[in-house]
Each structure stands twice: as C-alpha cells, then as structure tokens.
T-cell receptor
Framework: QQQVKQSPQSLIVQKGGISIINCAYE??????FPWYQQFPGKGPALLIA?????SEKKEGRFTISFNKSAKQFSLHIMDSQPGDSATYFC????????????FGKGTKLSVKP | DVKVTQSSRYLVKRTGEKVFLECVQD?????MFWYRQDPGLGLRLIYF???????EKGDIPEGYSVSREKKERFSLILESASTNQTSMYLC??????????FGQGTRLTVV
C-alpha cells in the first residue's frame, strides 16, 4: 500500500519556467510534509517542509501548497534554473521524529537552458 | 557543518556474505535511520533507533538487522547477503524538532 503518491515521474521544463510536482497522501495522522532534493551521487537534502496548519509556505523560489481536505500537497519551483535539475521526493511523517518518513517515488526534474 | 558519514561509498559483496554498513553522525542526534533507495521506488525505511541499544522495524526489515552501541553510530547488518539486496543504502539522523540529515549513501552490489 503506497501511502504517498507522487507525480509525475519525470519532468522537463525550460529555464525560467515553473516546475510543479504533486503528491497525495492517505493517512490523516501525517503532520509533517517535507520535500527533499537529491543530486546524483549525493544523499537527499531537505528543501522545504510544511505542517498541516498552514496552506502555503514559500522559501525563495520554492513554494509548498497544501490542501488538507484533498490530502494533497505540491512543490512549485518558480523561475526554474538548470541548477535545479535533480530528483525531488515528497514525504510525510506522523508525530515526533522528522526522520521517520514515508517517501514518494520521486520526480526527476530536468531544466533545459 | 553537520555530518552523517557512511563508511563506504561503494561495496561489492558475494551472495551469502555477512555485510556491515556503518554510519556515524556528529550532531549528537538521538534518532538514526537506515533507508534503501531503488529506482522507481523512492526511499523505504528499513530500521530506526531512538536511543542507544534500541531498535525499531521500519517498512522493509526482512533480511536486515541493526546495532546501536553508541549514540553516534548506527550499523546495518545483512546477515546473508542476497542479490535482491543490491541497492543504495542511506543513513539519516535527527533530533526532536530538527530536520533529518542524510549521508551520501553506500551503493551495495551483491554478486
């Protein structure tokens, strides 16, 4: 049973465009929703995270939109740059540790110059 | 600069061997985790530990065990390696209300 569903699997965006990655979850007990960015040969690194008491969180060019009633959240990357080319994972956890995570399957983003 | 260090970047082992993957963190974190990452499957939690000598099963513990004798060190053990355990293994650590930090990963190939 896949508790966090992520789409699309891959995404190609032109430089300066908006990249959008979507995730849906099933367990209403989840209370922490991070997005991780992973470059080839590196471990995942936290990009931005949100808790369900807010509907949106913005950090620079990266925004999480959260829809609690629909059990969906998404990552928007504004003004996408070639340096943003990486694999992005959404995740969710419930209570306590932020490292005990259920991950989506990942989205490989390529930003073309 | 915070660090989670995995002792090997690449390992090649034979079927049936006992394999140890080591992870050390320097952030005094209470919690440590082992994940495996496979293409198209994302990251899946194998085992985790919230304290020294404590361990909890994650989503895919079969074929694995762990050891945590010191707070900073968390070892993943493959008792008898099999080819379906060929994967990227990622260690992570965190503390209450801190983000989780990941190591660079160990790419294990079982032949």
């Amino acid at each position: 049973q896949q508790q966090v569903k992520q789409s699309p699997q891959s995404l190609i965006v032109q430089k300066g465009g908006i990249s959008i990655i979507n995730c849906a979850y099933e367990n209403t007990a989840f209370d922490y929703f991070p997005w991780y960015q992973q470059f080839p040969g590196k471990g995942p690194a936290l990009l931005i995270a949100i808790r369900p008491d807010v509907s949106e969180k913005k950090e620079g060019r990266f925004t999480i939109s959260f829809n609690k009633s629909a059990k969906q959240f998404s990552l928007h990357i504004m003004d996408s740059q070639p340096g943003d080319s990486a694999t992005y994972f959404c995740a969710a956890s419930k209570g306590g540790s932020q490292g005990n995570l259920i991950f989506g399957k990942g989205t490989k983003l390529s930003v073309k110059p | 600069d915070v660090k989670v260090t995995q002792s090997s970047r690449y390992l090649v082992k034979r079927t049936g061997e006992k394999v140890f993957l080591e992870c050390v963190q320097d952030m005094d974190h209470e919690n440590m985790f082992w994940y495996r990452q496979d293409p198209g499957l994302g990251l899946r939690l194998i085992y985790f530990s919230y304290d020294v000598k404590m361990k909890e099963k994650g989503d895919i513990p079969e074929g694995y065990s762990v050891s945590r004798e010191k707070k900073e060190r968390f070892s993943l053990i493959l008792e008898s390696a099999s080819t379906n355990q060929t994967s990227m293994y990622l260690c992570a650590s965190d503390s209450m209300n801190t983000e989780a930090f990941f190591g660079q990963g160990t790419r294990l190939t079982v032949v």
